[in-house]
């Protein structure tokens, strides 16, 4: 008997209740009159008299922990029910720690944001592209160095499949499929096969901006840069332009304004000429409108094009590139108030 009772004080030293029901049905299993340790009691009386003493005691050890360990577990149940006194609802809540945006998207959105308010709204397109939206809708020879293999991601055995090298090509598919008046801005990443350095990186987001109509003149390209560029980089800020060449427009022209750090005077940063390069841009060539199916003798259109990291270098001072693709939350907490 006492071997019995024995494993019953193991048993109930191990008991467990999911709820208040499960409790309930251990109390009947032990405690109750037909319970286990009642009819432990009814044997009783068969013990040998020189052994009573002894089971005796176990016998009362085995209800009193049974008792307890019942009382224990509704214990628990009964604070989950009515709630734990050391909750203190007065107190301070503890901050949450919300994430931030990263520096290239506070750039990237500030960005659209004032190309909206011109009336330009987002186009997006494919990262992997082919050979006709990325080079040769675009002006593109079929000798360009930008076709090359040293600067194109191309994917293997298949030279019309690639990673696209601008956002260009999202500029060809929607004037492919939509009727003038476009006016539009494509924000997106891109990639080039360039080695990794502070200033350089296989790939980098660009911004463009697309406007076809009837009438559009250079004169309303060098608007809408000057309002992007006080908009952007504060109300004093002047641009000048220099004439240059893309495929895709023609005349062309690379957009610099006044180094922001120095107010033109002069600084390291804009090697001492008070003007820093900023994107390019230009008239798009009547080829190109051709080649998306838009008559060029009707409507005439500007694009420009800028890279998020230049932007976001000038604004924010970033001197290493790498930066914006290590995820160091050292570098990204500092863009916290920028949000
Ligand atoms: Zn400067």
Redesign the pocket.
């Known amino acids: 008997m006492i071997d019995k009772i024995k494993a019953l004080l193991q048993e109930v030293e191990n008991m467990k209740a999911a709820n208040a029901e499960e409790l309930e049905a251990l109390r009947i299993k032990y405690l109750s009159k037909k319970g286990e340790i009642s009819s432990l009691m009814n044997d009783f009386r068969n013990v040998a008299a020189d052994q009573k003493r002894e089971v005796g005691q176990f016998l009362n050890q085995l209800k009193e922990a049974t008792q307890n360990k019942i009382n224990e577990l509704k214990e628990g149940f009964d604070n989950v029910q009515t709630g734990n006194d050391d909750i203190d609802l007065t107190r301070t809540a503890y901050p949450v720690q919300l994430g931030t945006r990263h520096p290239l998207s506070i750039v990237k959105k500030e960005i659209c944001d004032i190309f909206g308010r011109l009336g330009f709204s987002i186009a997006e397109g494919p990262e992997i592209e082919d050979d006709w939206h990325v080079f040769s809708s675009l002006n593109f020879a079929e000798d360009h160095p930008a076709r090359d293999m040293q600067d194109t991601f191309f994917i293997q055995h298949n030279p019309d499949v690639l990673l696209r090298t601008h956002t260009s090509s999202v500029q060809t598919r929607v004037m492919e499929n939509q009727e003038p008046p476009i006016r539009i801005i494509c924000p997106g990443r891109v990639y080039r096969n360039e080695a990794i350095s502070y200033r350089a990186h296989c790939f980098f987001h660009q911004v463009e901006a697309l406007y076809v109509d009837k009438n559009v003149s250079f004169a309303d390209l060098k608007q809408a840069l000057l309002f992007f560029a006080k908009e952007m980089f504060g109300p004093e800020t002047k641009i000048r332009l220099r004439p240059s060449y893309f495929p895709f427009t023609e005349p062309s022209a690379e957009m610099d304004i006044s180094?922001n750090?120095?107010g033109g005077k002069?600084?390291a940063?804009?090697k001492h000429t008070?003007w820093v390069e900023i994107l390019g841009c230009g008239m798009v060539d009547p080829n190109v409108l051709e080649n998306c199916g838009i008559d060029s003798k009707v409507y005439t259109g500007y694009a420009l094009g800028m890279g998020i990291e230049r932007i976001t270098n000038l604004k924010y001072q970033v001197k290493d590139l790498r930066m914006f693709s290590e995820n160091d939350v050292r570098f990204l907490k500092q863009f916290e108030s920028a949000n």
Request: hydrophobic share 25%; charged share 0%.
């Open positions: 180094c750090l120095c002069g600084c940063f804009c008070g």
